[in-house]
Structures are given as C-alpha cells and as structure tokens.
C-alpha cells in the first residue's frame, strides 16, 4: 500500500532478488541474511517506495544497527543548512518547545539547542530505550518510538517538531503524521528532511536504494502527501551537498480551511513517464556498475577500496561481488581499524597502517563523500584511481 495515499495500484520498477542488509559491520558471516526486494511506484499518485519491509527489529538492532550520526565536516555543513532553513520560517524561538524524532546520537538536537533559545528540548528515539533521563545541555531523552510517546507529547506541551531523515525510514508517512497531528497543539510547525529523489536520480545514486529506506520522496509527493493531512507547506529547500545523493527538506502546519488549495495532483501520463524514465536511468546504473565490477575484477595487481561506506554491500551487490576482490579497504577513521562486514569478505586497515606502494590500484568505495576522496587519493598517492558514473 502506498505510504502518501494509501493506494493499492503499485506497480514494480526495479527488481532486487537477495538483495544485501547495508550498515553491517562485524565478523563476516557467508550466510548473512539477504532479503527479496522491490522498488515500487505507486500509479496513482507517482510516489516511489519499497514493496518489502524487512523486520525492524532485525534490521534496527542496536547490537548491529551501525549508523550513527557523524561528528563531520560534511554533517556540520549539513546542519548549518537545517540552521538556515529555521530562520526563514521565523521561528519564535523563545516560545519553542521542540522534540526531535529519530536523534542518533544527539548531534542535531545539541546543534540546534546551542543556537536557538528554545523554551525547551526533548528528542524521542527507540534508541535510548531505558536511558529516559535530561542530558548534561538540557535535553531531555524519551527512549520510545514516537507512535509511543503521545502522553510524553502532551506533558512537555510540544509545538515543534523536527526529523532528520526519519520519514523514509517508516513504512508508512501518512499513518505516522496522522497521528503527530492528532496530539500535538494545532499551531505546531513541522521540519523534516529527507533524501531527494530528484537529486538521487540526477547523481544516479541508486545505490542508495537500500533496505532501511522504504520510501522515495520528490516534491510531487511530499506536497500529495501534506495536501491529504490537510496541511500547509510553508517551505521547501533542497540540499544538493545532502545525504544520499542529496537532500530536501520541508516545513508545513495544519491548514485551517482545507478548500483554500487546489489539490495537488499527477496525471496518468505524468506517471507513466516517471515510471518509464527511472527504467532508463536505472538500467544506465545497473549496466555502468556491472561494467566497473568486471574491470575491477579482471585488472591485475593489488586493488584497494577508499572509504568503508555504511552501503558498501549495495555497491557490492550492483558490481557482481567486485569490491571482494579488493585485497582491503582504506579508511581514515581509526575505530574502523581492523574491522569487517557481516556481508562482505573485505578487511578494513586504517590509512596510516596501510601497506601501500605506487603499484595499488584504488577504487572509491564512498560515494557519500566521492569528490572528497578523489581529492585526497590524487593529493596523497600517485597511484591509478577506477571510479563509477558518480557526479
């Protein structure tokens, strides 16, 4: 069913059969599980989702579940655009009490508390499951689901809500705003940010189709999506140097007079269109990453990766089991040393202990951050660099 308006006429884009768990670092395991997958669009509105939700409390096991926000160059770039964005929706800020859905590590939510004066902070993510506490800078910690934490909701008097790449995480938007919309006081502003299925398809990014992210969201489908809440979009951005190929992000209230809008909406043949050009740039993907995996795998001489990437095993998965092939990957974080994937037959060296002559072939194995790695390889080393049809 689909997660913007509940339609059951889905039809199948993109076929994923035993496709990787991505984010699954830990002993290798040949039998790790893989799952059946499907990218899906939904013929009635246009919107892009997964057919299959993999069990989340396998997938988002806190003893394997890997991400976790990164305290980064790139992540505080990141944030600084979210930052800019609040500003020009005007805030109050002196009368905020904001929670943030789906906090990591907190990185976000210490951010923004840092340079807002809200009335008060509180993040809710499962998470924190049996840490309920106020953290050291005033946040106070709800470890639950936030279909869970409507009493939580109601006693903290929330009037702000933001998400950081949490709705493409849930199986489905419209039931989860739904609900928020019930509870909480009919003035609240919502911000959320998620991936961009413009920017994505425009870096043919599909290997940032994975398994933890069910849904795809385009301007046409957040704005299907609030119109069916009976909500007011006051403003859309989107973040090129984003997540995933890159990001959008949006900020909407509760429409008081439903009548005042034109209804969004796709026509069929908009649809079709849609349905029949993301065939085209998928198979432009498919077809350009199975041509790297086979000149990876067949050039002779020590191959090595750059950038053990949360979604390698997708990468891996695309290139026909190429990245195998490496003799190990280069990473420039030291708690990465010495480890591996459950997924993947690949060892990860930290850059200072790695083994490197003028010989090593290197491949970027981060397109989250590609053009950083290509820099660093062609400053540090003077070694031959094999890259994919990343932008």
Not at 24 to 46: R, T, V
Not at 132 to 140: A, R
């Amino acid at each position: 069913m689909c997660g913007i308006d509940s339609s059951t006429y889905l039809d199948t884009v993109w076929k994923l059969p035993n496709f990787p768990i991505t984010e699954a670092y830990g002993e290798y395991d040949a039998n790790y599980p893989k799952f059946d997958q499907e990218l899906m669009i939904c013929m009635s509105c246009g919107h892009i989702q997964l057919k299959n939700q993999v069990d989340p409390n396998f997938l988002y096991n806190i003893d394997y579940y890997a991400f976790r926000t990164q305290n980064n160059y790139k992540t505080k770039k990141e944030f600084e655009f979210i930052q800019a964005f609040l500003r020009k929706i005007n805030l109050d800020s002196d009368q905020i009490r904001a929670m943030e859905i789906g906090a990591s590590n907190l990185e976000l939510a210490k951010f923004l508390n840092q340079r807002n004066s809200f009335k008060s902070f509180a993040v809710c993510d499962p998470l924190f499951l049996n840490q309920e506490k106020i953290d050291e800078s005033g946040i106070e910690v709800i470890g639950k689901l936030i279909e869970n934490a409507e009493e939580d909701i109601k006693r903290l008097e929330i009037n702000f809500v933001i998400g950081r790449h949490v709705l493409e995480h849930v199986l489905n938007p419209q039931s989860l705003l739904e609900n928020l919309l019930r509870n909480i006081d009919p003035t609240t502003i919502f911000v959320f940010e998620v991936p961009s299925l413009e920017l994505l398809r425009r870096n043919l990014r599909f290997d940032a189709v994975f398994h933890q992210h069910c849904q795809y969201f385009d301007e046409a489908s957040v704005k299907i999506l609030l119109q069916n809440l009976g909500c007011e979009l006051l403003l859309m951005e989107l973040n090129k140097e984003g997540s995933n190929g890159g990001s959008m992000i949006f900020a909407f209230k509760k429409q008081y007079n439903k009548n005042t809008n034109i209804l969004e909406h796709n026509s069929i043949g908009s649809i079709e269109k849609k349905f029949s050009e993301l065939k085209i740039e998928i198979e432009i993907f498919t077809s350009a990453f199975k041509v790297l995996g086979d000149f990876i795998k067949y050039l002779p001489g020590r191959k090595a990766g750059y950038g053990a990437a949360h979604m390698l095993a997708t990468l891996n998965y695309h290139m026909g089991g190429a990245i195998e092939v490496l003799d190990f990957i280069i990473d420039d974080d030291e708690l990465k040393n010495n480890m591996s994937y459950r997924n993947i037959d690949i060892d990860i060296v930290h850059s200072d202990e790695a083994r490197i002559d003028e010989n090593v072939i290197f491949v970027p194995t981060s397109y989250e951050n590609h053009r950083g790695l290509l820099k660093k390889l062609t400053e540090k080393y003077p070694n031959r660099i094999i890259s994919g049809p990343i932008f």
